[in-house]
């Protein structure tokens, strides 16, 4: 018999399970599993460690971060879509053959995903390109909020329509700054109105279609001294104003931008305490214990959709489908240039 998921998402060592991993996945605050690259040779063997998690706990929510460009973990066995920036180039010769390619990238990214027995990926990136952040750039759709909006949200139908859950990254915007999160704690000074007019945009045309949602470690000073991820005031404003009622993920608490907060499970809880649902402990197994412990009793109710809603495609089957044929010669294409 399933439990109810805890709140805490963690990484796995291989392309394997190992046997440590077994019983740590059965600790009932672990809520859920992100593939990383070291556990991935193709999208058979994927499909295998998926079936073998869901074996041990068939309720937990096995994730990704597959986004096409340079943000793509799994290469082999599936299509190699584009940067949505190169979609975003398209934007400006014809917006509607834009917008169609956008929802053939959600859609073949959802059957590919969910054909590797994938429950998501944290896709698409709604953070609008304004020249400055490197590690956004090209993995944004525009530097155009609205055009940015329109192009992920075609994205999130093409998602849907496959029946996967669409993932909004990084609330409120990680655009803006030039520090990478991943190594220091940002701060962007600009004042509240122009992070609404610019920045917040994709969010609140997006936020009553998309599943789930995950903050960026970034500092908004002139909006709150916390980073968004921790900060009650952003995730309260993401509820109440924004009117979004799906999952909220915290980006990666290893990650030097999520440091503000303390030791890893003090992270864990002053995430959870902000109003974050789940959060993510990757890359560092003492860090993951430390949270599980600090998240003792807590559980997590997901958003409906985060879970594959209809039986998995095939892999072998995929290619039968005159739509899937028509996506994965058009984007690989659009890849390779």
Known sequence: MSQAPGPVMLDLEGTKLRSEERDL???PEVGGVILFSRNIEHAQQVRELCDAVRRIRPELLLAIDQEGGRVQRLTEGVTRLPAMGRIGQEY??????????SLDAGWLLGMEMAACGLDLSFAPVLDVDSGISSVIGDRSFSADPEITAALAGAFVEGLHEAGMAAVGKH????????????????????????????????FATLASRLDGIMPAHV??????????????????????????KGTIF?????MAGARFAG????????????????VLVCNDREAALQALDACEGRTVRLAKRLRYGRARPDLESLSSLGRWRRAH?????????
């Open 92 to 101: 400006a010769e014809s917006p509607q053959v834009a917008q169609r390619l």
């Open 329 to 337: 010669a058009r984007l690989e294409a659009m890849a390779s240039l």
């Open 25 to 27: 996945l059965r600790r």
């Open 171 to 202: 609330y409120p915007g990680h655009g803006g700054v030039a520090g990478d999160s991943h190594f220091e704690l940002p701060v962007d000074e600009r004042p509240f109105e122009e992070l609404r007019e610019h920045d917040l945009v994709p």
């Open 263 to 278: 030791g890893p499970g003090e992270r864990a809880l002053a995430a959870l305490d902000a109003g974050c649902d789940m």
């Open 250 to 254: 915290s980006d990666d608490l290893g």
């Open 219 to 244: 500092i908004y000073s002139a909006f709150d001294s916390r980073p968004a991820g921790f900060s009650s005031s952003w995730l309260g404003l993401l509820r109440e104003s924004l009117g979004f």
